[in-house]
């Protein structure tokens, strides 16, 4: 009973956490004309201020061991959360969303490659599979040119690819260092990366502007710390699953509430990349190693 009941609330705060980053999406879709660098500087410096808080009343350990790799992690994960915030800004909640949550992909690719897993035959099927899919979301609403993917659809896959990399340093980044560093680390070291394009965006700056920013660092923290607390309860393999709740509720979010375009064309690539990962997440791994965690970028 008492394995059943960590189940439910591991279940529970892992779906609470999709739809904070949901709901973080959402925001930023809303907040879109005042620059992705501002959104982003707002994400992170909110991040870093709620994340020190709880150190100093010791709700978190703060112990710092990795300096290289937490830069790393830093560099990557932090580029990733800007362009996320581009890709939502210029692709739309849905289809940018769905993009960015293509990493799983790339972090399989880069583990295979650095931390020496086995690839194996799920994964070799699921990659194609996921690219299809990026590729049909790409060029969703280019008309006839099949062969054209735009430099924002770039620029977003250049920010899967990203978060595939901090997911692989995550994960060797836990042999050594606590959740609460690694995440401090894309905190600061994003806010660094966009400092000056977050100060110097022309956009006006008013209170109701401020307010819509703060809620979306707030949110977006309320998300990760969820999905931290939620990952306690169940194996990463089983929460990571449930996490690929996310780009599902964005898509539908992106369609429902700011009327974006949905196309058999688009609906194929979302369940391609969506099926990809959750067969990258279903398929065997060795036993020392465990699935990728799914870690949103924004």
Same mark, same amino acid.
């Given at each position: @009973?008492?394995?059943?009941h960590?189940?439910?609330r591991?279940? &529970?705060?892992?779906?609470?956490?999709?739809?904070?980053?949901?709901?973080?999406?959402?925001?930023?879709?809303l907040?879109? /004309?005042?620059?992705?660098?501002?959104?982003?500087l707002?994400?992170?410096?909110?991040?870093?201020?709620?994340?020190?808080? =709880?150190a100093?009343?010791?709700?978190?350990? &703060?112990?710092?061991?990795?300096?290289?790799?937490? &830069?790393?992690?830093?560099?990557?994960?932090?580029? =990733?959360v800007?362009?996320?915030?581009?890709?939502?800004?210029?692709?739309?909640?849905g289809?940018?969303?769905?993009? @960015?949550?293509s990493y799983?992909i790339?972090?399989?690719?880069?583990? =295979?490659?650095?931390?020496?897993?086995?690839f194996? *035959?799920?994964? =070799?099927?699921?990659?194609?599979?996921?690219?299809?899919?990026?590729?049909?979301?790409?060029?969703?609403?280019?008309?006839d040119?099949?062969?054209?993917l735009?430099?924002?659809?770039?620029?977003t896959?250049?920010?899967?690819?990203?978060s595939?990399?901090?997911v692989?340093?995550?994960?060797?980044?836990?042999?050594? /260092?606590?959740?609460?560093?690694?995440?401090?680390s894309?905190?600061?070291?994003?806010?660094?990366?966009? *400092?000056?394009?977050g100060?110097? /965006?022309?956009?006006?700056?008013?209170?109701p502007?401020?307010? *819509?920013?703060?809620?979306?660092?707030?949110?977006?923290?309320?998300?990760?710390?969820?999905?931290?607390?939620?990952y306690?309860?169940?194996?990463?393999?089983?929460?990571s699953l449930?996490?690929?709740?996310?780009?599902? *509720?964005?898509?539908?979010?992106?369609? @429902?509430?700011f009327?974006?375009?949905?196309?058999a064309?688009?609906?194929?690539?979302?369940?391609?990349v969506?099926?990809?990962?959750? @067969?990258v &997440?279903?398929?065997?791994?060795?036993? /020392?190693?465990?699935?990728?965690?799914?870690?949103?970028?924004?």
């Open positions: @009973m008492a394995q059943e960590r189940k439910v591991g279940t &529970l705060l892992l779906i609470a956490s999709c739809v904070a980053f949901a709901g973080a999406g959402s925001l930023v879709r907040a879109a /004309d005042l620059g992705a660098s501002r959104i982003a707002f994400r992170f410096v909110v991040g870093l201020g709620l994340l020190a808080a =709880a100093v009343t010791g709700k978190v350990t &703060l112990r710092f061991h990795n300096g290289r790799l937490l &830069l790393l992690r830093g560099l990557t994960g932090g580029g =990733a800007a362009i996320a915030f581009f890709a939502i800004a210029h692709l739309g909640l289809k940018g969303t769905l993009i @960015m949550s799983p790339f972090a399989c690719i880069f583990s =295979a490659i650095f931390l020496k897993e086995r194996g *035959l799920i994964n =070799a099927v699921a990659l194609p599979a996921a690219f299809a899919g990026i590729y049909l979301l790409s060029i969703s609403g280019s008309g040119a099949l062969w054209v735009g430099r924002y659809e770039l620029i896959i250049g920010g899967a690819v990203l595939g990399i901090a692989t340093v995550i994960r060797k980044l836990h042999e050594t /260092d606590t959740s609460a560093a690694i995440y401090f894309q905190c600061a070291i994003g806010m660094w990366l966009v *400092l000056l394009p100060l110097g /965006d022309p956009a006006p700056l008013g209170l502007q401020a307010v *819509l920013l703060v809620a979306i660092g707030v949110t977006a923290t309320i998300g990760q710390l969820l999905m931290t607390e939620g306690r309860y169940l194996p990463v393999r089983t929460g449930i996490c690929m709740l996310e780009p599902v *509720l964005a898509f539908a979010a992106g369609i @429902m509430i009327s974006e375009p949905f196309t064309r688009s609906g194929a690539g979302a369940v391609l969506v099926g990809a990962c959750a @067969m &997440l279903t398929g065997r791994t060795p036993p /020392d190693r465990a699935a990728p965690v799914i870690e949103p970028a924004a």
